[in-house]
């Protein structure tokens, strides 16, 4: 992550030098205060970028509290912004940088998938009609497991596979247990003839496991946020430090990526 002149006579007027530097330096440092907290107050109030009252893209030159949120949202990401309300340069350039950084297209338009990435999760595409993808997957578990397929919980799914697996590769070991269809057991709890058999297997095992995949099982009962739930993941005894307590979790948007038919 991770100071002469030491003449008896000229001492007062050092002295006076200094004290009129000083003064000098507080107004200075008193008017920056002052503008600053007018900038601050002068900034819309904050509207959570989700929100309908926010544009479905929002972009370079617009002022509105969903700007606000937006800059405040890149700051918690690692910017260095002045929260203004106002998409300016400085807003655009931080946009482009997340968005790279994230896996995501850069064109510096806050959309669909850029907010859902800022806002700690992912935007899940629709069931592609049949099983073939990983949102597909995490589909499976959640209603072989009887939590509810939300925005959240999809989510958090996909995560958690991408911390195991690079999302090109999800199938290889498409779960947390490490007992995929491809992992081929070792310290998991097997592997399985494909993907609809490990999905029932995943839910099955987070439901019947540990008294620490309760904290788990809660929060995806309560299709709680990405960050909730990923933190009862990583903090858990049976995690331990498997995830660097949160450092080597996927955030962010996860790509849609098909297993190869054979593994259905």
Not at 10 to 19: G, L
Not at 95 to 111: F, M, T
Not at 199 to 213: F, I, K, Q, R, S
Request: charge should be negative.
């Amino acid at each position: 992550m991770y100071l002469g002149n030491h003449r008896a006579p000229r001492v007062p007027r050092v002295r006076f030098a200094v004290a009129a530097s000083v003064a000098a330096v507080a107004g200075v440092g008193l008017a920056a205060g002052t503008a600053n907290a007018a900038t601050a107050a002068s900034a819309p109030a904050p509207i959570k970028l989700t929100s309908s009252a926010c544009p479905a893209d929002i972009s370079y030159g617009q002022h509105s509290g969903c700007v606000t949120e937006l800059q405040e949202l890149l700051n918690k990401h690692g910017a260095h912004l002045a929260v203004d309300g106002d998409f300016g340069p400085a807003t655009l350039a931080a946009v482009k940088s997340y968005q790279s950084s994230h896996g995501l297209s850069v064109d510096g338009i806050v959309g669909p998938k850029t907010k859902a990435s800022l806002e700690g999760g992912s935007t899940p595409p629709p069931p592609s009609g049949g099983r073939s993808t990983n949102y597909d997957f995490a589909r499976l578990v959640l209603a072989d497991g009887g939590w509810a397929q939300s925005t959240n919980n999809i989510t958090t799914m996909v995560q958690w596979m991408a911390s195991e697996e690079p999302p090109s590769h999800w199938w290889d070991r498409d779960n947390p247990l490490n007992n995929g269809f491809g992992s081929g057991g070792g310290a998991g709890l097997g592997s399985y003839p494909n993907l609809v058999v490990a999905a029932h297997y995943v839910a099955a095992n987070l439901n019947g496991g540990p008294g620490d995949y309760g904290h788990i099982t809660a929060d995806l009962r309560a299709s709680a946020s990405p960050a909730v739930t990923e933190k009862a993941i990583w903090s858990s005894p049976w995690a331990a430090s498997h995830y660097g307590w949160g450092r080597d979790f996927y955030q962010g948007h996860v790509p849609t990526v098909a297993a190869p038919s054979q593994d259905w």
